[in-house]
C-alpha cells in the first residue's frame, strides 16, 4: 500500500466525524450542537475567519482516556 498526501476541507469531515464519537457526549447537547460548539472553538489558522484552505480552522478537543 501507499500513501498520499490530501489536501481540502472536504477531508475534515471524516476527521471531524470520528472526533466527535470520540467524544464524551454532553446531557442535553445534540450532535448539531456538538458540532456548532467545534465550529466555534476551532483555532482558526491562516486567513482571519473561515477560508478555503483551513475552513473553520483546528478542531480543539479534549477527549478522556478510557480503560
Known amino acids: 500500500g501507499?500513501?498520499?498526501a490530501?489536501?481540502?476541507t472536504s477531508f475534515a469531515t471524516p476527521v471531524v466525524s470520528a472526533l466527535l464519537s470520540l467524544e464524551n457526549p454532553t446531557p442535553g447537547k445534540d450532535a448539531s450542537?456538538?458540532?456548532e460548539a467545534f465550529t466555534l472553538e476551532a483555532?482558526?489558522?491562516g486567513a482571519s475567519g473561515?477560508?478555503?484552505t483551513?475552513?473553520?480552522g483546528l478542531?480543539?478537543?479534549e477527549i478522556e482516556e478510557v480503560n
Open 59 to 61: 478542531v480543539q478537543i
Open 43 to 45: 483555532r482558526d489558522l
Open 54 to 56: 483551513f475552513g473553520h
Open 6 to 8: 490530501v489536501t481540502g
Open 33 to 35: 450542537k456538538r458540532a
Open 2 to 4: 501507499t500513501y498520499s
Open 50 to 52: 473561515t477560508d478555503t
